[in-house]
T-cell receptor, first 114, second 110 residues
């Protein structure tokens, strides 16, 4: 199994809603990542989990809250988002967080904030 | 100066030609380099990675790395219309973070 899965594929939410994005991989990878991608822009790193511990937070607003319940799962909890947070949210994983480990992306969740 | 630079394109090549995509990076300490292909509305797909100076070939794709000149390139031989996509160069640098270039749009015309 060489796949990273993400649910849901699409999400529409209001600014007062609370929702969660889910990411799962069964490749035994020990590093997992959340990226945000706006249209016609490259992915921007948000968070890195290394061996289930948060190792990098790229100064992301607190309305985004990551969680890594176990080595296969990564969640991103959303609360009080703004319309400018609408984007494609990508999860990725790599074997370890080392310099030479390739990151594999899931299909993404397209988020629209009304 | 941006950390990873790519020509945004679009780069247009006829079917069957060689497409050459280039990328330069600023961090001399960078050690690993990746090329991702991204179709419109889809997520990035890893197509090549290279760690050592020189060429690395995989099917129709060749990645070339020159650390002294701080550039990495991707050659696509026998380009097909299905190769039309945005190609993202990514460099693993300080803090083990993957830094992406803005991407080059490739259009292969049949």
């Amino acid at each position: 199994d060489t796949e990273v899965t993400q649910t849901p594929k699409h999400l529409v939410m209001g600014m007062t809603n609370k929702k969660s994005l889910k990411c799962e991989q069964h490749m035994g990878h020990r590093a997992m990542y959340w990226y945000k991608q706006k249209a016609k822009k490259p992915p921007e790193l948000m968070f890195v989990y290394s061996y289930e511990k948060l190792s990098i937070n790229e100064s992301v607003p607190s309305r985004f809250s990551p969680e890594c319940p176990n080595s296969s799962l990564l969640n991103l909890h959303l609360h009080a988002l703004q319309p400018e947070d609408s984007a494609l949210y990508l999860c990725a994983s790599s074997r370890t967080p080392g310099l030479d480990n390739e990151q594999f992306f899931g299909p993404g969740t397209r988020l629209t904030v009304l | 100066q941006k950390e990873v630079e790519q020509n945004s394109g679009p780069l247009s090549v006829p079917e069957g030609a060689i497409a050459s995509l280039n990328c330069t990076y600023s961090d001399r300490g960078s050690q690993s380099f990746f090329w991702y292909r991204q179709y419109s509305g889809k997520s990035p797909e890893l197509i090549m990675f290279i760690y050592s100076n020189g060429d690395k070939e995989d099917g129709r794709f060749t990645a070339q790395l020159n650390k002294a000149s701080q550039y990495v390139s991707l050659l696509i031989r026998d380009s097909q219309p299905s190769d039309s996509a945005t190609y993202l160069c990514a460099v693993n640098g300080y803090g083990n973070k993957l830094v992406f270039g803005a991407g080059t749009i490739l259009r292969v015309k049949s």
